[in-house]
């Protein structure tokens, strides 16, 4: 089945509103890590979180790393039309420890 | 700094034709690389990874012998797609990290289209 998850699987919000996205694995987690992907663009990363709890902020965006390391949040505080792609949280699975990408969450503002 | 250089960016060829895209490190060693398929509006699919000197480790439900990978240094890695055929008409994407769990840094992605 899916390891990790992510909702809301769209998003439309009009510029300045905030933004939540979530994740959640099936297992465990040693680290998450979030990319962003722009339209036409490739996925480039934004964060990684390991301990437990870790919360990090860049300038607008919060994420955060649950108690249990089995989920994660990214906030968007007052969207901006530079915001616009989709959000992928991915999460090293199995004894590889390759990293699972989650189904995104795509990000729309409306000026 | 840490980019990763893939190429060609588009190609368009024949049914029956093979064609290879090259994924390069510019300005770190990547011991693994990794090979993507992402369908429209869909997220990425892992397809193998790519180590340097050693076999590639292929997910499941992807064809090695059709989908073949060489890394023969650590800045480089190819991706030779046989026979291609139009099912095999996709964005195919290509990452390195400088360390296993570290970020990863992804090509600018080849949109293949086989006619």
């Known amino acids: 089945g899916q390891q990790v998850m992510q909702i809301p699987q769209y998003q439309h919000v009009q510029e300045g509103e905030d933004f939540t996205t979530y994740c959640n694995s099936s297992?465990?987690?040693?680290?998450i890590q979030w990319y962003k992907q722009r339209p036409g663009g490739h996925p480039v990363f934004l964060i990684q979180?390991?301990?437990?709890?870790e919360v990090k902020k860049q300038k607008r965006l919060t994420f955060q790393f649950g108690e249990a390391k089995k989920n994660s949040s990214l906030h968007i505080t007052a969207t901006q039309t530079t915001d616009v792609g989709t959000y992928f949280c991915?999460?090293?699975f199995g004894y590889g420890q390759n990293f699972v990408f989650g189904p995104g969450t795509r990000l729309s503002v409306l000026p | 700094g840490a980019v990763v250089s893939q190429h060609p960016s588009w190609v368009i060829c024949k049914s029956g034709t093979s064609v290879k895209i090259e994924c390069r490190s510019l300005?770190?060693?990547?011991?693994?690389m990794f090979w993507y398929r992402q369908f429209p509006k869909q997220s990425l699919m892992l397809m193998a990874t790519?180590?340097?000197?050693?076999?590639?480790?292929?997910e499941q439900g992807v064809e090695k012998d059709k989908f073949l990978i060489n890394h023969a240094s650590l800045t480089l890695s190819t991706l030779t797609v046989t026979s291609a055929h139009p099912e095999d008409s996709s964005f195919y994407i290509c990452?390195?990290?400088?360390?296993?769990?570290?970020?990863?840094?992804f090509g600018d992605g080849t949109r293949l289209s086989i006619l």
């Open positions: 300005d770190f060693q990547a011991t693994t």
């Open positions: 297992t465990t987690l040693s680290n």
């Open positions: 991915a999460g090293p």
């Open positions: 979180l390991v301990k437990s709890g």
């Open positions: 990452s390195a990290a400088p360390g296993q769990s570290q970020p990863q840094h």
């Open positions: 790519s180590n340097e000197g050693s076999k590639a480790t292929y």
